[in-house]
């Protein structure tokens, strides 16, 4: 299983591979610490052009808190201050738990699930960043929720 610090930095290395500038993040050594948005912990922030995201990582404990879908429906319905814009939502979590992951997010209402996307982590794959095969994994691995 992969550790917190760990799973943000391969989040942080998606959303860079999409094109994606991260703003704020937890546990990095330059950047600050993102805001609890209505006490909700989120992991980081990112913006490409004036699309802004935000991330955050879970692990199958969370899954079975009674308040998680909750959370989820508020992160995913946040909008900018000013442009009233959507700001998407990147979930990363262990590809082991993918199907928990996708039947939670599908019961949510459909303007909610178009702002979400997840990213199962690799772990075997990420090892090695120079390795070929992990551009086409992790390109392919963020999935719009429909």
Known sequence: MLNRKKNIDLLVSHLWK???????RKLG????EPP????????????????YAMG???EKNELHDAKFLQKLSYLASRKTKTGNKDVLLF???PVEIYKMV???????DDPIKRNIY????????QNDLFNT???KVSLRNVERVH
């Open 118 to 125: 997840l990213v199962p982590m690799y772990e075997m794959v």
């Open 56 to 58: 955050i990582c879970i």
């Open 29 to 32: 050594t330059y950047l600050s």
């Open 102 to 108: 996708k039947d939670l997010v599908s019961s949510l």
């Open 18 to 24: 999409l094109g994606y500038t991260i703003i704020k």
């Open 36 to 51: 609890n948005i209505n006490g909700y912990e989120i992991d980081l922030v990112a913006k490409i052009r004036r699309q």
């Open 133 to 135: 095969s992990y551009d």
């Open 91 to 93: 979930i990363s979590f």
